[in-house]
């Protein structure tokens, strides 16, 4: 996928500037409506927001005294224009600093002055006043504007600051759990992860919060799933993008040649459910029980993986106890419970070797169980 990313000249970078954009569209213009900001006002200086267009100060905060704001990386101007917005902007910080400090400033305030920050290109300030906007809103029991963090990840993405842009990821998704901000997170986990049962890991985390947007993904994801002996699983995926149309025209031959290999294999797993079964129940160890649940998985029968797993975890001596638990988790939220979805991806937290990265991940797909995403599966 790397590679192929490279080759149509399309980067990381690339990619977070167009879901910025993409999500400015539907997210940025209603916000900026709601809070009584011009509709030129959009969100990214570096895609559509020139630092001409910054709004006026509002009547109400106008005759503070100026404050200068910090310019970091803000291209020089001298035309009137300019300076105009700049003082506007001071104008503004300063009456809505009064307003801080006298416990008055709404969050529509401090979302007008930290947008009014980034269009200057001033990140220090942008991001500071969008962190007041936020703590001003938990302690007012609300949920902070979700402009807040795009706001903050604009910068951070200015900086290609992936250290500064993974956290406010995990905050937009806890927000909104939006598929592009999972697909953002994602990638950018993905790209230096070099082992195979992580990756795979990565890639079941992509393919059901349905960001999984490029069909190399879904290619490796089922190369992947089917090296892990799970070749019923990897049928399905690859099946359905190839129903869907999900596979380009350059990639469908080679891609059913893998689905005709995956699906004589899984074929064969179906034709042996009743010889694992056995197996599983004369076997003394909670492995086969657990291999068994995640072939049912595959097969779509999630009653049967959930008593499957259960048993193996009645036995003990489990090898893979993360797949385990995963399997299980993902299993009870495709049958509607949700408690005991959550309560399943809880128990990685008891795995000792798993990976921390993969722990955050999974600790914050279950915090969206139950949630749109969950509903559109």
């Not at 995640?294 to 893979?320: M, N, S």
Request: with cysteine; aromatic share 6%.
């Amino acid at each position: 996928m790397r590679a192929l990313l490279n080759a149509m000249g399309v980067t990381l970078w690339g990619m977070i500037a167009i879901m910025l954009a993409t999500t400015v569209v539907m997210v940025g213009y209603r916000s900026a409506l709601k809070a009584g900001i011009s509709s030129a006002t959009e969100l990214s200086p570096r895609v559509s927001t020139p630092t001409d267009t910054l709004p006026p100060a509002s009547p109400a905060i106008e005759g503070g005294a100026a404050v200068t704001p910090h310019r970091d990386g803000m291209p020089g101007s001298s035309n009137t224009r300019d300076r105009s917005h700049r003082a506007a902007a001071n104008s503004q910080y300063a009456a809505i600093e009064q307003m801080v400090d006298a416990g008055t400033a709404t969050t529509e305030n401090l979302l007008i002055i930290s947008q009014s920050y980034l269009q200057l290109r001033d990140c220090q300030n942008a991001v500071g006043w969008a962190n007041k906007g936020i703590a001003a809103a938990r302690r007012a029991g609300q949920a902070p504007k979700e402009n807040f963090y795009l706001f903050k990840l604009q910068c951070a993405s200015d900086a290609r600051d992936n250290a500064a842009i993974e956290p406010v990821l995990v905050d937009l998704i806890r927000v909104n759990n939006r598929t592009s901000y999972w697909n953002t997170l994602l990638r950018i986990e993905r790209q230096d992860e070099r082992d195979d049962h992580n990756t795979l890991m990565i890639y079941r985390i992509m393919y059901n919060t349905q960001s999984m947007k490029e069909d190399s993904d879904v290619i490796e994801m089922a190369q992947l799933l089917g090296d892990a002996a799970l070749p019923g699983e990897a049928a399905a995926v690859l099946g359905k993008a190839m129903s869907t149309g999900a596979i380009k025209d350059e990639h469908k031959e080679r891609t059913n040649r893998l689905l005709a290999s995956l699906q004589g294999r899984a074929d064969a797993d179906e034709q042996g459910l009743a010889r694992l079964e056995a197996e599983a129940a004369r076997n003394p160890a909670g492995d086969p029980s657990v291999r068994l649940g995640e072939v049912y998985y595959g097969f779509g029968d999630y009653q049967k993986t959930v008593e499957a797993i259960a048993q193996g975890f009645q036995k003990d001596q489990i090898r893979h106890l993360d797949e385990a638990y995963v399997y299980l988790g993902l299993a009870q939220e495709r049958l509607g419970n949700f408690t005991a979805a959550k309560q399943a991806f809880a128990g990685l937290r008891l795995v000792s070797n798993l990976s921390p990265r993969m722990l955050r991940l999974w600790d914050l797909y279950a915090y969206g169980i139950g949630g749109p995403l969950t509903a559109a599966r």
